[in-house]
């Protein structure tokens, strides 16, 4: 699905009225009509009703939750924030409606009265600012906002919590932290910025009757679903061979850290891989083999515990390999990396120590004539762009598009919301995982899950976006089943990955 900006989701509102005939009213009932039939499951007919509305069309969207809301028995004030010849088109219409079905509306922008108004309110509906909010949130709005979070009443937002931008860029904003959004049509981008995304509180979309489409050539962001998957994730064919599966080489570890690619190769076996190969240092072996029985070793040249020297490898003999996991960050571990990139003629996937090796390397990335994935979290992101990881977090869309692109590379910045860039520009949001995958290693065991995926039969866009879900889902089905976010530990996920195998395909 689709996730849009602002402008993108005006665009898409235009094609419908101006090409597609259909009159902005109507709209505006649909979006109305739609939040409240799910007002109505959340909230009893008894309780009384707040609408806090604004100049806008998510005000007007208010009117029509408002007559809605009355017609189903609810006891319901509107609270109009602005004064009446601010609200026009559409919206004037829908308030003339509410008007003309005994609606009371009261005219407030004093917030000493808007605060007695929600004492005497059991719930708040906020369709004060919705997708068209320009700068900093202005007075009135700024104080009612900062009224309505203080009072931590039951708040149903519209479309967006009011003060929340649509797009990317804005680290600063004073917004209502709603208990529920309702989101008109399509995702909004602020939905997968970790900075914006609590605000939402629990959120779903409800359709209005646009059309499901893009205009946009240069923002190509969707979302990655189960769905997805089940459509994309190849099915194991009945004559397969190890073969046919791939053939994968881990090359990381070091004696402190030989859980690292253990996890790694750990995790490409249960995704699927036919083989697996551990390049790493000869002291780590014997631990990572107890482990991981069905992979091979290479031992690599050491001293004290760490790689120093790349063995003659025919990287040909492989279909894919991932670099960096528990490596180290010395000149010799840098310059194996190095060695990879140059010399190794099939898809790569660089991840933890492997990053810091590249940052002086991404030209020779640039000229590889072969995939080259890289897997940052946003402080590795920020070592490789020279951003700070607060610009990162607050225009990730943009920082990683512009990585993915002008470096020739796939991009998987992962966080809350792991967003996967292909070298074109084109852009996926994970929508699994949870918090318990805030533990060390659970990167390493992503990083073997894609280079699994990487062998399968399937586009590359569609193994990385297929990876990072199936990760995420591992998680998410244990914390539901029979861990928790607070236990959860990376080795499970890998165990865990029987369960999204049996219940996806
Ligand atoms: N046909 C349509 O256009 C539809 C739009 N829908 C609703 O319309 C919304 C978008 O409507 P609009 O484009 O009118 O935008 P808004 O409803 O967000 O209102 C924008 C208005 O708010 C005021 N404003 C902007 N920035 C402000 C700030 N920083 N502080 C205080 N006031 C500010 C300005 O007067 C501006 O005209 C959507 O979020 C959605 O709720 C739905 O009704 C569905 C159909
Ligand atoms: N709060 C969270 N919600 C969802 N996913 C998370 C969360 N925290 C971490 N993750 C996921 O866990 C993984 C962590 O990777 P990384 O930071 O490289 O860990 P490590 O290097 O310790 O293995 C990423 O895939 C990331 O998306
Ligand atoms: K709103």
Known sequence: MHIVTAKEMYEIDRFAIEKGGIDGRILMENAGRAIVDQITNLVDNTERILVLVGSGNNGGDGF???????????????????????????????????INFKGKIQLVQEVTVVEQYLSNADVVIDAMLGIGISGEVRQ????????????????????????????????????????YTFVVELPKLSLYLEY??????????????????????????????????????????????????????VIGGSHTMPGSVAMTA???????????????????????????????????????????????????????LAIGMGMGRSESTASITKKVIVDAKIPILIDADGLQHIKGDLPLIKQRQHPTVLTPHPGEMAMLTGYSVKEILTSPFKVSKQFAR????????????????????????????????????????????????????????????????????SADILVSEQRSKQDLVATDVIDGLTSVFRTLI
């Open 64 to 98: 029509v939750i408002a007559r809605n809301l009355l017609n189903k028995g609810y006891e319901v004030i509107v609270l109009q924030l602005v004064a009446d010849e601010k609200i026009k088109g559409d919206a004037a219409y829908h308030k003339q409606l509410f």
């Open 196 to 249: 914006c995304s609590p605000f939402y509180g629990q959120w779903r979309l409800v359709e209005i009757g646009l059309p499901h489409t893009t205009f946009s050539q240069d923002n190509l962001i969707e979302t990655w679903n189960q769905k997805n998957v089940v459509e994309t994730l190849p099915k194991r064919n009945r004559y397969s061979h190890k073969g046919s599966h791939g053939k994968g080489l």
């Open 140 to 179: 009135p709005f700024k104080q009612v906002i900062e009224v309505v979070n203080k009072l931590e009443m039951l708040t149903i937002s519209v479309d967006i919590p009011s003060g929340v931008p649509a797009d990317e860029g804005v680290a600063n904003f004073t917004a209502i932290k709603a208990d």
């Open 406 to 473: 002008e470096h020739g590379v796939y991009l998987i910045l992962k966080g809350v919301h792991t967003i996967i860039s292909d070298p074109n520009g084109r852009q996926w949001v994970n929508t699994t995982g949870n918090a318990g995958l805030a533990k060390g290693g659970s990167g390493d065991v992503l990083s073997g899950i894609l280079l699994s995926m990487m062998m399968q039969n399937q586009s590359l866009n569609d193994a990385l976006t297929n990876g990072c879900f199936i990760h995420g889902a």
């Open 266 to 320: 750990k995790a490409a076996l249960r995704s699927g891989s036919g083989l697996i190969t551990v390049g790493t240092v000869q002291e780590a072996i014997p631990s990572i083999a107890s482990y991981c029985m069905e992979a091979t070793y290479i031992s690599f040249l050491s001293n004290e515990g760490i790689i120093t020297g790349l063995p003659a490898i025919d990287f040909s003999s492989y279909d894919a």
